[in-house]
């Protein structure tokens, strides 16, 4: 009999037996529908019911794991290029600060804490110097330090320091840090900028003049010629009348020591403040809460301009 007849003869049967039926006269095999109406065969013979078991324990293709695999590149085959990696890592240079890797929600309430910094050789990075004179001060002076003269922050830690100009320091913090430092790491003739921050956090103008004393007290007695500056206005406090009169009488007292760079005229024109010396809006420093408004380009460079004539006049 040819495969055309055996077909002929199949489609009568199923003709005359709708719906499988034909299937159901044999012996241990039946249909199911599923949800959708499809109709499904099934056996439930003996012989072959290890095979309904594999087929009921199998699993979709959704749940096996995959291995993701990635796009292969001449470089992934390079030793050089995975040592490369790993050194740009571990840089300490390139080390993201500790509170970086922790929650947002993640709250230091231990003291800052601040390295001691080799600050004997000129050429230290971390030591900011304008010829041989070593700078003391806060964001101003660490802002000029850094953006003017490039020296570079002590990588790492929480609050910026380059040398003896710390983000936040005040009068008081900078006789701390002095006092703890090792004899012979401070240059013989240093340049100070200090007394905004404590403007700014509203300390009374006597209480800052006695620190500035004792300052100046313990620079004499290491041997060490202080030059102190004046203080330029702070731009976002301006229209505090009790922080104004702070600010004038502070300046009248750095007027009167002996060696001093005025530089508070520099950022005034007839009594009023050049904004064009100092940044468009205020900015957090990391070293304290109050806001910032730091010089510009152009305030800096005014700054530390006079500064140069000042010490080529007075010690050359």
């Not at 990635?70 to 571990?90: G, M, Q, W």
């Not at 404590?198 to 003049?209: N, P, S, T």
């Not at 530089?263 to 064009?276: D, T």
Request: proline letters at 5%; hydrophobic letters at 35%; a positive charge.
């Amino acid at each position: 009999m040819h495969l055309h007849e055996k077909l002929v003869i199949i489609k009568s049967i199923l003709a005359l037996h709708p719906e499988g039926a034909v299937f159901e006269t044999i012996k241990d095999i039946r249909f199911v529908r599923d949800f959708y109406g499809n109709m499904f065969w099934m056996t439930t013979s003996s012989k072959t019911s290890h095979i309904r078991e594999l087929v009921t324990l199998q699993k979709t293709n959704d749940l096996r794991r995959k291995r993701n695999t990635a796009a292969i590149k001449p470089c992934n085959f390079k030793e050089d290029h995975r040592t490369k990696k790993k050194i740009d890592r571990n840089h300490p240079y390139k080390r993201q600060p500790q509170e970086n890797r922790t929650k947002p929600n993640y709250r230091n309430i231990t003291p800052p804490e601040f390295i001691s910094v080799s600050l004997g050789g000129k050429q230290n990075p971390y030591n900011p110097h304008l010829y041989a004179h070593q700078m003391i001060g806060d964001d101003f002076f660490l802002s000029v330090a850094k953006l003017e003269l490039g020296y570079l922050t002590v990588p790492g830690q929480r609050i910026q320091q380059s040398g003896l100009c710390v983000s936040g320091q005040t009068v008081r913090g900078a006789i701390d840090r002095l006092c703890e430092m090792p004899v012979g790491d401070v240059d013989k003739q240093v340049i100070i900028n200090l007394g905004s921050v404590d403007l700014m956090q509203g300390r009374d103008v006597l209480d800052i003049q006695t620190d500035y004393n004792r300052l100046l007290v313990l620079l004499k007695e290491m041997g060490i010629q202080a030059i102190v500056t004046t203080l330029p206005p702070i731009a976002n406090h301006s229209y505090l009348s009790s922080m104004q009169h702070n600010w004038m009488k502070l300046n009248v007292f750095l007027r009167r020591q002996p060696l001093c760079i005025d530089i508070c005229e520099l950022m005034m024109q007839n009594g009023r403040i050049l904004y064009s010396c100092f940044q468009g809006e205020a900015k957090y420093v990391t070293g304290s809460s109050r806001p910032h408004v730091l010089w510009n380009k152009i305030g800096r460079q005014r700054i530390l301009k006079a500064m140069k004539i000042y010490l080529g006049d007075t010690f050359c």
